[in-house]
């Protein structure tokens, strides 16, 4: 159950990054969504989800190796 548990920590960040990447992608190729009022805002927040997604992936990653005392370099 706690493994299940971390995998759903770990996946909804990673749609969320996903979709960040997307919304910066439809931006890029002038694809507009009517809910944000400019397209510069929906890069903007897709930028946004994408930084969040993967900032929180990273920091449960660096989180667990600092918890198992697992360092940089330390290959045996």
Known sequence: MRRLLALLV???PGVIAAYGIKLMRD???SEF?????HI???FIV??????AGLGFIG????YRDRKKQ????NIK
Do not use: D, S
């Open 10 to 12: 770990l996946f909804i």
């Open 27 to 29: 931006a890029l190729f």
């Open 33 to 37: 969504y009517p809910l944000f009022l």
């Open 40 to 42: 510069g805002v929906q």
């Open 46 to 51: 897709g930028l946004l989800f994408f930084i």
């Open 59 to 62: 920091g449960f990653i660096v």
């Open 70 to 73: 697992k360092k940089k370099g």
